[in-house]
């Protein structure tokens, strides 16, 4: 199943609302989530290739329940 701009736009906000809440750093979200700045950047810039090990890297950054940015991207909308 290809990913929407929609859905990719959904977790780049709901990133951004969630290291705002953590009072992190994006550099801070990569390093806790053992994924490069670059690679988070490009995710919420909506050029990355969102592989499995750069959701789980997400998820553990952010502390998110694993599979949730899989579920966001699912939802779409």
Known sequence: ?????????????????????????????ADLGGVSYEVIRAVRNGTGEIRTLTQRGIETGLRWSPGSVRAILEDGD
């Open 1 to 29: 199943m290809p990913i929407t701009p929609g859905a990719r736009r959904k977790l780049a906000d709901l990133m951004d609302d969630r290291r705002a809440e953590l009072r992190l750093r994006w550099r801070d979200v």
